[in-house]
C-alpha cells in the first residue's frame, strides 16, 4: 500500500484548504483510511477516519470544520478543513488499515500503511 498526500500550506487563520491522498495497492475489502496530524511539541492525534461503507468519525477538534470523504472511482482520500485556526498547525498525515469489521472508534487503534505527510501552516 503506498499513500501520497498533496494539498498543504499556508493560511490564515478562518481559510480554508483540501488535502488529498492519492492511494494504490489496496486490496481489502473492508478497510479504513484516516487522516492524523503531529503539531511540534505535542502527541500525534487523530483527527477523522471514513470506513469502506463511506462511515466517517471525527475528533472534537475536527468536528464542524473538517470533512473526510473519498472517491474510490479515483482510489484518493480528502480532508476539507474549512475555519483553519493556528492551533491546526501540523503536519497531517494519511493512514489506510485493513480491517475484518467496523469499529466505532478506530481512529484510536494502529494503523500499519503511512503517507510521508503534507504541512499545514496556519497563521493568525
Known amino acids: 500500500v503506498q499513500l501520497v498526500e498533496s494539498g498543504g500550506g499556508s493560511v490564515q487563520a478562518g481559510g480554508s484548504l483540501r488535502l488529498s491522498c492519492a492511494a494504490s495497492?489496496?486490496?481489502?475489502?473492508?478497510?479504513?483510511m484516516g487522516w492524523f496530524r503531529r503539531a511540534p511539541g505535542k502527541e500525534d492525534e487523530g483527527v477523522a477516519s471514513?470506513?469502506?461503507?463511506?462511515?466517517?468519525s471525527y475528533t472534537d477538534a475536527a468536528k464542524g470544520r473538517f470533512t473526510i470523504s473519498k472517491d474510490d472511482a479515483k482510489n484518493t482520500l480528502y480532508l476539507q478543513m474549512n475555519s483553519l485556526k493556528p492551533e491546526d498547525t501540523a503536519m497531517y498525515y494519511c493512514?489506510?488499515?485493513?480491517?475484518?469489521?467496523?469499529?466505532?472508534?478506530?481512529?484510536?487503534?494502529?494503523?500499519?500503511?503511512w503517507g510521508q505527510g503534507t504541512q499545514v501552516t496556519v497563521s493568525s
Open positions: 471514513i470506513y469502506s461503507d463511506a462511515r466517517t
Open positions: 493512514a489506510a488499515d485493513g480491517t475484518e469489521g467496523y469499529y466505532s472508534n478506530y481512529l484510536g487503534r494502529q494503523w500499519n500503511y
Open positions: 495497492g489496496i486490496r481489502w475489502s473492508q478497510y479504513y
